[in-house]
Each structure stands twice: as C-alpha cells, then as structure tokens.
C-alpha cells in the first residue's frame, strides 16, 4: 500500500482537497438555474451530474496520463493483458483491475442520470474516452502499456456505474423514449 501512495499520493491528496471546491461548484451551478427558472430538483440533479462526472473522472484521467520511467508498450491482443495480470501479487490486481473499472466510473454514473441516456450509450462514450486513453499513452510515449484490455475494462467500469446509477435514470430514460417528439414551428 506503500507503493501505491507514494505513486498517487499527490493525486489522492489534490482530490480530497477539491472536494468542497466540488460541492460549490454544484451549489453555484444549481443556484443559477433556479434563479433562470428551472424546476429544483432537475437543476440539483443535472448540476450534480456535470460537476461530479468531470470532477470524479478527471483524477483517474490524471493518473493514468502520468508519465512512467520505462517504455511504452502496445498489446492489441484482447485478454491477453488480463490473463497475465491474474498471475501477479493480490495488491496488484486489485490495483490495476480497480483502478481501470474506476476510470469512468463516475462519468458512467453521471451520464444516464444528466441525459437520460441509455446503459447502450453509455458504453459507447467509455469505449470511446477508454480509446483515446490509450491511444494519446501511445502518442505521449509516457511508458505505458497501450492495451485493448485497458479499454475493455475502463468501458466495463462506466457501464458497471451506470447500472447502480439506475434508480435514478430509469423512469426518466423510459418517459424520454416514449414521449413523442415536438419539432418547432416556425
């Protein structure tokens, strides 16, 4: 455990520290839009849905942008990675196994419940971001590992937080599907 604090001791210490700069931020935003008319609930609910995807992503996204003393590798074999990984120490699967399912976990719970969007949906925009990931550690040369199996589990962790986010989209999604379109006139 040692070793993971002192790797990321800084980012955990900088997270912790914006947590009430977060609060604010969804207080100010949530304000603001009772003051332009919106209903309280939803602008409570979509306040909290933006700030806490972008704030609760961006550390991990810190984390693994890093730089690392070594090379930078590529693996496009799927499940290669992860059979590997079984074989290592405990603290090191929970490490990189937890650490790729949070990635976009808190952007995989916050979407559905910001845009009324589909768990379907959801894994496109984690496979996506999990993608770009992957491909700017390539670009970077930043010493690591570009693999397929990073993107499966990163989009597997949004999809995963979307899931336990569903009391809160559920209705909303299906009310969203089911209401007929109105197209403006004019």
Request: charged residues 15%; proline residues 6%; contains cysteine.
């Amino acid at each position: 455990m040692t070793e993971v604090w002192d790797r990321w001791g800084t980012v955990l210490t900088a997270t912790a520290v914006a947590v009430p700069v977060v609060v604010a931020l969804v207080w100010a935003l949530a304000r603001r839009r009772i003051r332009d008319g919106a209903d309280a609930r939803t602008a409570w609910r979509r306040s909290a849905a933006e700030v806490c995807a972008v704030a609760g992503t961006l550390p991990w996204l810190w984390m693994v942008l890093t730089p690392r003393p070594a090379a930078s590798t590529v693996n496009l074999v799927p499940l290669s990675d992860l059979a590997a990984l079984f074989t290592a120490a405990p603290t090191t699967i929970v490490v990189q196994l937890g650490g790729n399912l949070l990635v976009f976990a808190a952007l995989g719970f916050c979407l559905p419940i910001r845009f009324a969007i589909p768990v379907a949906a959801v894994a496109l925009v984690g496979a996506a971001g999990a993608t770009a990931i992957e491909v700017l550690q390539y670009l970077f040369d930043i010493g690591r590992v570009s693999s397929v199996d990073d993107v499966l589990v990163n989009t597997l962790g949004a999809v995963l937080a979307a899931l336990l986010s569903r009391p809160w989209w559920v209705a909303r999604t299906w009310a969203a599907r089911t209401q007929p379109r109105r197209i403006p006139v004019g």
